[in-house]
């Protein structure tokens, strides 16, 4: 390893770990000791990092106050240093560090951060066409079974445990949130960009299978057979189109195709 | 014209490799800003009168969405510049070729008039620690941003520039001057320069020097662009926050430059604590008006 390597090694494991043995290699300045200098880069350090999960989790970070997210975000600074160039990747892995301890007692706050999480991964998410009703209109009835659609590459299905939906549109619309609850059944929820703006609703179970399973690739025809084991099996066509009407209205899906 | 007959030198290695990268210096663009998403609906609506605008790489190297849509409307009306903040050319782990394809990619949509990152590192061994940070001002250190330079260079296929960055401390093995650094790294890589005037003043202040010293110690004609923010005083040293306005120090600086460097695309950086577009509107005046008055040939706002 060659000095400046070695140097920059040196520099790095002091910023990270304390370890200050690269102190030896750097002069006082005219008015002020090393040690003050070197401690300007290790708190800048941390406190972009927190403050770059602060901007990417403003809900949670208003949810839960200043001291508490900071001691999560300087937790998650020291166990997950960035690995990627860009700053917007660094926050990625927050939701799955909160939900391990000493923070899984509280799983409203994954599932907060998993919520921003997926609001901020679509809204930057590639771009691609949406698809219109008019699409639809190209394709004979008896071909409609072998539809297949493609999901917008900004659309996320996320399943929750708690009330976090009500938490975030508390939050967001800077009312009291109700008080954190576990959910009997799981939450679905769809998040999504439409035009520019993130969205997300909740789902029926019924609905987040048909969505679940359409986005994997299964045709219409099938979708509907599996609509059918859910709820009246005469009315699981019709509800299926509902569905599909839904999706399409609301730019959730990029393309549909015949099977071929 | 190449940059060896342009920057001529008595010493023996090639300034620049023969036809690698184009070395024109690019056009000057006038007064500009440092694009935020604070601004872009005032400056879709209003068509604000700034000459050009410098976006960070790193916010546009995305998959896709809004930031991405906002930057192709932006460029159709004024010129662009690229400044990144993770090169971290100065660093001894391997070049990370995936940042550079994605920074090339973001070119070809961009098109800017030059692109820029900062004379430092951000990390090694896999980890990036976000911040623009120092490196001794030694030959090993110099040979080793040199190649790194042309391997830029040559993916990118075009001439990148380089800003000083504010430093804190120094090292013991330090064998010249931050502003002999940079001459030889532009000479014997054909980069250009961004001269960040508040950087200077910054790190004069920490290191006790002559922030005319390293003005005057910077080739006049590897200069391209100028950088004008504030900072944040300590006492015994200064932090280079870009959350003020521009100092008066810094402002006596800048027409100091515009004497030794002449015309040179001047901008306003704020990143931090972002004011209103109208009141940066009035810094970007301020260096125009400081321009005008040094230069004769420099039209006046408005």
Redo the contacts between chains.
Sequence with gaps: M????R???D??LA??TGDEKILA???D????K?H???G??KY??SS??VE?LRNDHKLLHSYVGDEMFDEMGKAYVVAN????????W?SQGFPDFLKAEPYAEYPILSDLAALEKALNDA??????AVMQLADMAGFAPELWDGLKFEAH??SCRLDVSTNVAAVWLALKNEEMPPDAALLEQPGRLLIW?QD?TPMFRELSIEEAMMWDEASGGIPFGVLCSMLATYDDPDGAAARGAGYLHGWITAGLLTGVAAES | MNASTRFPTTQTEPSVRDGAIPADKPAYLGFGLGLRAQHYDEILSGNPPIDWFEVIS??Y?????????VLDRIRERYPVVMHGV?L?IA??APP?FE?LAGLKDLARRVEPKWISDHLC???????????L?P??Y?N??LD?VVSRVQLVQDYLGRAIALENVST??????SEMTEWEFLSELSRRSGCWLLFDVNNVYVSAF???YDPHAFLEGIPADRVVQFHLAGHSHMG??I?DTHDHPVCNEVWDLYAAAIRRFGKVSTMIERDDNIPSLDELIVEVNQTREIAAGLLPSMPRAG
């Design positions: 060659s000095d400046f390597a140097q920059q090694s520099f790095q910023i990270l290699e750097i002069l300045s005219p008015k002020e090393r003050v200098l070197f300007v880069y800048a350090y972009r990092l770059a240093p960035s690995q990627h160039p860009n700053l917007r660094f809204f930057d998410a590639k771009d691609a590459p900004s960009r520019a | 790193e916010n190297m995305l998959p896709g969405g809004q930031p991405l849509r993770s971290s660093s001894t990370n940042y590192w951000t990390g090694v061994h896999g980890k990036n620690l976000h911040d940070l490196i001794p030694t090993e250190a080793h804190y401390l120094q090292f013991h093995d920490n290191h006790g015994t040293h932090i």
